[in-house]
C-alpha cells in the first residue's frame, strides 16, 4: 500500500512541508496534512550542559558500546555477567520473569537484589571502557504490581471513571517511589491508549474511549512518576515514565491485540494521539512503539511517524523504546536482526532473548552502512539524555532499598481513595447504601480474592495463579465491607458459594471476569460468561428467596450483563481495584441508620453495551445507542433508577471461545472434532469429572490421525508471546510406533510425552515457538492439535487448551 505522510519521513530538524499534489497521490483514506498534528514540545529534556556532557561521553565510547545501548534484554535471559560481554544499555523485568535465583512472585529484596547485581556489573571500572549507568523498566502500570508487597492501584479503566488528575499525580508518585525503592528507574506506563472495540484484551489499559479523559490524564501521570519535568530524579524517588503504545493500539480492526488500524490518518490524531502532546508537554522520558500497524504497516517500520510526527512534528527529545520482540514482525526482520526499526526511529529495541543477536547484527550493519552513523547518534544521545536527567549518573540510588516505602500505608490511601473514587454506580432500587447494622452474606467466588481484584499485570503476566498471601497488607472486598459492617454495629459473613445459615438482610455478590493480558484477553462478543452463568445462577438464588441482591463486577470492560443487572437490585462497576478493597466498602456500606458516609463519584469513561454486539460503540458515531452512554453514573444525591431490560444478547455465544479445544468431556464451538472411523473414541472420567475426558484407541497395525479442526486461526502473536498447548492427559497403552503431534502444518515427533502407561493424569505444555521453529505457519491454523500413529496406542484426555505460563513448557525432540 502506499504510505501517505511521504512528508513526515524526513530528518526532524528538516521537517518540510509536502506538496499538495504528494499529499493527494499518498493515499486516498489519508489526509496527510503537517497542520493535521499538533505541536508539541519536549519540557525539561534538552539544556547546554545535559548535551555537552553526552557528547564528551559519545566521543569516547566504541560502535560496540553505542549499539549496546539500543539493546535490551530481559532478565529471564540475561545474567549480570553477560554485561561484560555485552555493555547493553538496558535490561527490563517482563510481565512472567522473575528475579535473579528467586520466584517470580517475590517480595521486593530479590528485585532490589537483582538490579544491584546487574548495576554492580554495568557500574565497573575497566580499562578501555566508557562507564555508562544501566536503565532497568518494568511494567508498573498499576502501582509496581510485579512486586509480592507493593501497592497495587486500579487499573486505568477505573482511573479513567475517577475523572480526577489531581489524584493521579498522587497515584504517579506512589507508584514511582515504590518502583525505585525496588531498584528499578523505568516503568513502562502510561498507557495512553484510547480503545475502540472494548473486544480488546487490553481495553482496561486504557483510562476512556475517550480521547479527552485520556489527555487529561496523560501529563498528570508522567508528572506523577517522573517528577515536574526536568526537575524529577531518581534521587528524590522518581522514575523515568513510559508513553504506550505510540499510535493507534486501540483502534485496531476487531479488536484484535497487535491487530491494524485501518482508520484514516485524521483519527489516528484526533482519537489515539490524544494523550501524546500533553505527555510530551510535562517531559516524558521515553515512548513506546506499538505492535500494531496503521493501515497496514507495522508501526515499529513506520518512519513517518516515529520520526516524522513523533520526534519531528512533535517535538520528542526523550527516547523510543520498541516492544517485547514487536521489531521482529516488521517485513524483513527478525527478532535478532532488524535494521529497518532502527532506520525508521526505534531507539531502544526490547529484545527480551534475541539481544546478543541483535547487538551482533546491528554492529555489522552500521559498519555496512546498513544503519546510518548518524541515526545510531541520535538514538545514543537521547538515551543518555534521559539517563541524565533522571541523574543516573549522579550518585547511587537512594531510594533503592528504602523497602519499607514498598506498600506503605500512605500509598494504600491513595489506592482506596482512588478505589472508592473509581466505582460507577449502574444500578441502584434504593438497597445502597447497605445499612451498617445489617447483616450482609457477601457471596461469589471473587469476593475474597484480591488476584481476581487486581487483574492482568499483577505479580504474573496474566495476573493468573494469584492467592491472598501473595499480597501481604492488601485487603479483599469482602475483608473490607466485613471491617465497615463491624465499625457500624452490624455484620458480614463470607460464602463463595452463597449458601447461609441465618437469612441475610442483603446479598452482596462479587464476581467478574478472570484475569487475563494482551491477546489473551481477546474476545469475539461483549457477552459476559457465555454459556455458562453461573453469577447469573447465584443472584437468581437470592432473588428466588427474596433477598435483596447488590452485585459488584469486577471487568477490564463494559460486558452485556443485562440479565445479571435484571437479577439485582444494585450494581456497581469495580473495575479492577487491585489490592485496596476497603475503598469498596467505604462507598456501598452507610453509617448504622444507613446513610451514606461517601458517595459515589465514577462517570464511565466507556459506553456499557445495550447488546453483546456493540462493539465499537462510541460517542459520535451514527447509531450510539449504549445502555449507559459515557459519563453515565449514579450517586445518592441524585438517585435513578433502571427498570427491566431485554435478555436477548443479539450474537451467537459460540463465537467466544477462541482458545479451549477440548474439556468437560467436548469440544466447544466453533472448534469442531476430525475423528477417523480406525481410532475408537469413547468417554471415561478424567480426574475430576464423570465423562470428563475422550479416550481415544488406536487399533493394532492401524495408522490414523484425529484431532481438532478450526476455521483459520491466527496465533502469531501467540506464539510471540511464548503461549503454549496444553495437553492434560493418561496413557493407557503405551504406542508401539512414533506418535506425531500436530499443530498447524508441523507434525513433532512426540513419543517421549506419550510412552508410559499408567494412572496419573499428566499435564504438558509445548510452546507454540516450538511449531513456528519447525517452520510452522503460525498465521494460519486450521488443525490446533492433532495426534496420528500406527495402533496399538490407547490415550485419555481430559483438557486440550492454549496456555500462558512458559514455567516447564517443553518442545519434544
Ligand atoms: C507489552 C508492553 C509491555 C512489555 C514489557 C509487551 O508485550 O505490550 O505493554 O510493557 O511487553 O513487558
Ligand atoms: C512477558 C510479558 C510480555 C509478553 C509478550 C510475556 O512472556 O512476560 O512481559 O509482555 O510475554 O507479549
Not at 490524564?217 to 522518581?238: C, F, R, S
Not at 485501518?262 to 508537554?281: F, K, M, Q, T, V
Not at 459460540?654 to 474439556?663: H, M, P, R, Y
Request: charged share 20%.
Amino acid at each position: 500500500m502506499v504510505r501517505n505522510l511521504k512528508w513526515l519521513a524526513v530528518s526532524a530538524g528538516a521537517l518540510a512541508l509536502a506538496t499538495a499534489a504528494e499529499t493527494q497521490t499518498a493515499d486516498t483514506r489519508g489526509v496527510a496534512h503537517p497542520n493535521l498534528w499538533p505541536s508539541a514540545k519536549s519540557q525539561g529534556l534538552v539544556d547546554p550542559k545535559t548535551e555537552a556532557f553526552v557528547s564528551q561521553l559519545m566521543a569516547k565510547m566504541t560502535l560496540e558500546e553505542k549499539v549496546g545501548q539500543m539493546v535490551q534484554a530481559d532478565i529471564s535471559t540475561i545474567r549480570p555477567d553477560d554485561l561484560r560481554t555485552y555493555p547493553l544499555g538496558s535490561i527490563l523485568a517482563g510481565g512472567s520473569s522473575p528475579p535473579l535465583g528467586a520466584p517470580d512472585r517475590s517480595p521486593a529484596a530479590a528485585w532490589l537484589a537483582t538490579a544491584r547485581a546487574f548495576n554492580a556489573v554495568a557500574d565497573e571500572k575497566r580499562p578501555g571502557r566508557t562507564n555508562i549507568p544501566l536503565i532497568f523498566g518494568i511494567d508498573a502500570v498499576h502501582g509496581n504490581s510485579n512486586i509480592v508487597g507493593a501497592t497495587v492501584f486500579p487499573h486505568n479503566i477505573g482511573l479513567g471513571a475517577m475523572r480526577d488528575p489531581a489524584l493521579m499525580v498522587k497515584i504517579g508518585r506512589a507508584t514511582a517511589t515504590e518502583t525505585a525503592a525496588a531498584g528499578i528507574d523505568w516503568a513502562f506506563g502510561p498507557t495512553l491508549t484510547v480503545p475502540q472495540d472494548e473486544r480488546w484484551g487490553r481495553a482496561y489499559e486504557g483510562y476512556s474511549e475517550d480521547p479527552k479523559v485520556v489527555a487529561s490524564y496523560a501529563g498528570a501521570m508522567v508528572e506523577g512518576l517522573q517528577g515536574p519535568a526536568g526537575k524529577g530524579t531518581i534521587q528524590q524517588g522518581y522514575v523515568a515514565a513510559s508513553a504506550k503504545h505510540f499510535l493507534g493500539d486501540g483502534g485496531t480492526t476487531g479488536g484484535i491485540d497487535q491487530g491494524d488500524a485501518d482508520i484514516p490518518e485524521s483519527d489516528l490524531i484526533r482519537i489515539h494521539n490524544a494523550g501524546y502532546p500533553p505527555a510530551i508537554n510535562a517531559g516524558v522520558m521515553t515512548v513506546m512503539a506499538s505492535f500494531s500497524s496503521w493501515q497496514g504497516e507495522k508501526m515499529h517500520g513506520n518512519k513517518s511517524l516515529l520520526t516524522g510526527a513523533l520526534k519531528g512534528r512533535m517535538g520528542f527529545d526523550g527516547f523510543i523504546v520498541g516492544d517485547w520482540n514487536a521489531h521482529a514482525q516488521v517485513p524483513g526482520c527478525n527478532k535478532g536482526d532488524c535494521p529497518t526499526a532502527f532506520n525508521a526511529g526505534l531507539d531502544m529495541a526490547m529484545a527480551p532473548d534475541g539481544w546478543r543477536e541483535l547487538f551482533h547484527n546491528t554492529v555489522a550493519e552500521v559498519k555496512a552502512g546498513k544503519i546510518p552513523m548518524a541515526r545510531v547518534d541520535d538514538a545514543v544521545r537521547r538515551i543518555l539524555r534521559v539517563k541524565v536527567k533522571l541523574g543516573l549518573f549522579d550518585a547511587a540510588r537512594p531510594y533503592a532499598g528504602k523497602l519499607e516505602l514498598v506498600g506503605a500505608p500512605e500509598h494504600r490511601a491513595i489506592a482506596r481513595q482512588a478505589v472508592a473514587e473509581s466505582l460507577v454506580l449502574l444500578k441502584n432500587n434504593g438497597v445502597l447504601p447497605l445499612k451498617g447494622s445489617a447483616h450482609i452474606l457477601v457471596a461469589g467466588a471473587d469476593a475474597d480474592d484480591i488476584g481476581q481484584q487486581s487483574g492482568g499485570w499483577t505479580l504474573s503476566w496474566q495476573g493468573d495463579g494469584n492467592t491472598n498471601a501473595d499480597f501481604p497488607g492488601g485487603t479483599s472486598i469482602y475483608a473490607g465491607i466485613a471491617a465497615a459492617m463491624k465499625a457500624a454495629g452490624g455484620s458480614a459473613t463470607l460464602s463463595a458459594d452463597g449458601s447461609y445459615t441465618t437469612k441475610p438482610d442483603v446479598a452482596v455478590v462479587v464476581f467478574g471476569e478472570q484475569p487475563y493480558a494482551e491477546m489473551r484477553g481477546d474476545i469475539r462478543t461483549l457477552e459476559f460468561q457465555p454459556g455458562d452463568k453461573q453469577a447469573l445462577a447465584l443472584l437468581k438464588k437470592f432473588k428466588a428467596a427474596g433477598i435483596p441482591v447488590v452485585s459488584i463486577f469486577l471487568s477490564g470492560r463494559p460486558l452485556w450483563v443485562n440479565p445479571e443487572l435484571n437479577a439485582s437490585d444494585a450494581f456497581v462497576a469495580a473495575w479492577l481495584p487491585g489490592t485496596e478493597g476497603a475503598g469498596i466498602a467505604d462507598v456501598i456500606v452507610g453509617d448504622a441508620a444507613g446513610k451514606p458516609r461517601k458517595d459515589f463519584r465514577g462517570m464511565l469513561s466507556f459506553s456499557w453495551p445495550k447488546t453483546a454486539g456493540q462493539f465499537t460503540l462510541n460517542p459520535g458515531e451514527k447509531d450510539y445507542d449504549p445502555l449507559f452512554p459515557l459519563g453515565y453514573g449514579l450517586t445518592y444525591a441524585r438517585g435513578g433508577t433502571v427498570g427491566q431490560l431485554s435478555e436477548v444478547a443479539g450474537v451467537d455465544a459460540s463465537l467466544a471461545n477462541t482458545s479451549v479445544f477440548f474439556t468437560k468431556g467436548s469440544v466447544p464451538a466453533p472448534f469442531t472434532f476430525n475423528g477417523d472411523p480406525k481410532v475408537e473414541v469413547k468417554p471415561v472420567d478424567s480426574a475430576t469429572m464423570q465423562e470428563g475426558a475422550a479416550q481415544l484407541s488406536w487399533a493394532n497395525g492401524q495408522q490414523a490421525t484425529i484431532g481438532i479442526g478450526a476455521a483459520k486461526m491466527n496465533l502469531a502473536r501467540e506464539t510471540n508471546a511464548d503461549i503454549q498447548l496444553q495437553i492434560t492427559y493418561r496413557v493407557d497403552r503405551a504406542p508401539t510406533a512414533p506418535v506425531k503431534l500436530t499443530l498447524s502444518n508441523v507434525s513433532l515427533d512426540a513419543s517421549q510425552l506419550f510412552n508410559k502407561a499408567g494412572p496419573e493424569w499428566r499435564t504438558v505444555k509445548i510452546p507454540l515457538t516450538c511449531f513456528r521453529d519447525h517452520g510452522g505457519d503460525m498465521a494460519n491454523v486450521t488443525t490446533p492439535f492433532a495426534l496420528g500413529t500406527t495402533g496399538p496406542f490407547t490415550v485419555s484426555i481430559a483438557d486440550l487448551r492454549l496456555a500462558a505460563d512458559p514455567a516447564g513448557s517443553i518442545c519434544p525432540k
